[in-house]
Nanobody, 121 residues
Framework: QVQLIESGGRLVQAGGSLRLACTAS????????AGWFRQAPGKEREFVAV????????SYADSVKGRFTISRDNAKNTVYLQMNSLKPEDTAVYYC??????????????WGQGTQVTVSS
């Protein structure tokens, strides 16, 4: 079992920056790829970014490419999402997820409870 807890979400003005963190407990986090997803009100959950077990391989949704950066510190069992140049359309609940197996993941076994990011215009 892996437990994931997100933090760092808050209200921020458009153009601002935020760094989300997802801390894992339980099994060795470095065994898992880690991803970020988001869900805006009335919309389906969507993929944001993913990093492989070491963080050397990453992938991003087109909507965040060039603005968001995923990274991880396996010594701290933590994956980060640095979000720059935030836009109101980035407003959503952001979820962290962990996946075992091949990269990129075909599915995610573990999910956090989410952290709210609100970007005001």
């Amino acid at each position: 079992q892996v437990q994931l807890i997100e933090s760092g979400g808050r209200l921020v003005q458009a153009g601002g920056s935020l760094r989300l963190a997802c801390t894992a407990s339980g099994r060795t986090f470095s065994m898992y790829a880690a991803g970020w997803f988001r869900q805006a009100p009335g919309k389906e959950r969507e993929f944001v970014a993913v990093a492989n077990w070491s963080g050397a391989r990453t992938s991003y949704a087109d909507s965040v490419k060039g603005r968001f950066t995923i990274s991880r510190d396996n010594a701290k069992n933590t994956v980060y999402l640095q979000m720059n140049s935030l836009k109101p359309e980035d407003t959503a609940v952001y979820y962290c997820a962990a996946a075992s197996g091949s990269y990129p993941p075909l599915g995610y076994e573990y999910w956090g409870q989410g952290t709210q990011v609100t970007v005001s215009s």
